[in-house]
């Protein structure tokens, strides 16, 4: 098994936790951007939280949502004008899964 750590931020700070990237074994492809939300995170509780251009939590912006309501609750998010990335992360590891950019 190989495991890898990926940090989302470029810079190391309080607020940019690291997570596991575990590499797929088979002759995986990469999601398409468009291509909507990938099955293995349907119907999946997943936390959300935005950051801002400094790559710092904006408060408030946090919550666990089941991922069927993504688009509404990342549309809400993207209002913010301090709002420069979305994260989905592990209700209950806190670990980064994947970023929505605008």
Do not use: W
Not at 69 to 80: C, D, K, N, P, S
Request: hydrophobic letters at 35%; one cysteine or more; proline letters at 8%.
């Amino acid at each position: 098994m190989l495991l890898l750590v990926y940090r989302p931020f470029s810079a190391a700070q309080p607020y940019a936790e690291l997570g596991p990237i575990l590499p797929c074994t088979d002759n995986c492809t990469r999601h398409p951007e468009t291509g909507g939300v990938p099955g293995l995170y349907r119907n999946r509780e997943m936390l959300i939280r935005g950051y801002g251009y400094d790559a710092r939590i904006i408060c408030g912006t946090g919550k666990v949502i089941n991922m069927a309501v993504i688009a509404e609750e990342a549309g809400r998010l993207f209002e913010l004008s301090e709002l420069s990335s979305i994260h989905l992360r592990s209700p209950t590891n806190n670990c980064y899964h994947f970023g929505i950019e605008p």
